[in-house]
């Protein structure tokens, strides 16, 4: 009886090493180095949507495969970078851009580490004048 436990919670033990199996049923066709080389330019260009710290390309996530299908798809259809960036912005936000527009929505985004930087400089030269020059005190005890 123990040992049927024990084979019971080794296997549930195992289940979720085989989660998820990446199975690329279906590689990426394209019709020559070029169309490529754009595909995979495009794709570093673009984030996992569930990663998020991964590009398209690198990602292994399932949702990445089917983003790459697609995204391949719609260079098929003759749509250009712009078109299919804006198609999954639409879709997913402007989180999908590694490098999102300068827009009035992302100004926070552009001009915060610039902001933050002057206000602390600001800070620092506030502190700095507050401070009265002090002459150093004169030892005399002391042998130089």
């Known amino acids: 009886m123990t040992r049927l436990v024990l084979a019971c919670l080794l296997w549930l033990a195992c289940l979720p ?4 199996v990446n199975s690329d049923s279906a590689p990426l066709q394209f019709q020559n180095t070029a ?3 754009r595909f995979h330019a495009l794709a570093s260009e673009l984030r996992c949507v569930m990663c998020q710290n991964q590009s398209l ?3 292994n996530a399932l949702i990445a495969l089917s983003l790459r299908h697609e995204v391949l798809e719609l260079m098929h259809k ?3 970078d712009a078109q299919i960036k804006d198609f999954l ?3 997913y936000g402007e989180f999908v851009l590694y490098k999102p527009r300068v827009e009035p929505d992302t100004w926070l985004l552009w001009l915060g580490p610039l902001a933050l930087l002057l206000i602390g ?3 620092v030269t506030v502190i700095i004048r507050k ?3 002090g002459t150093l ?3 005399d005890k002391q042998e130089w």
């Open 57 to 59: 390309a690198d990602s």
């Open 17 to 20: 090493a085989s989660a998820q």
């Open 121 to 123: 400089a600001g800070v």
């Open 131 to 133: 401070r009265a020059p």
């Open 89 to 91: 912005v639409a879709r």
């Open 137 to 139: 005190p004169v030892d």
């Open 78 to 80: 003759g749509q250009t």
């Open 35 to 37: 169309e490529e080389a």
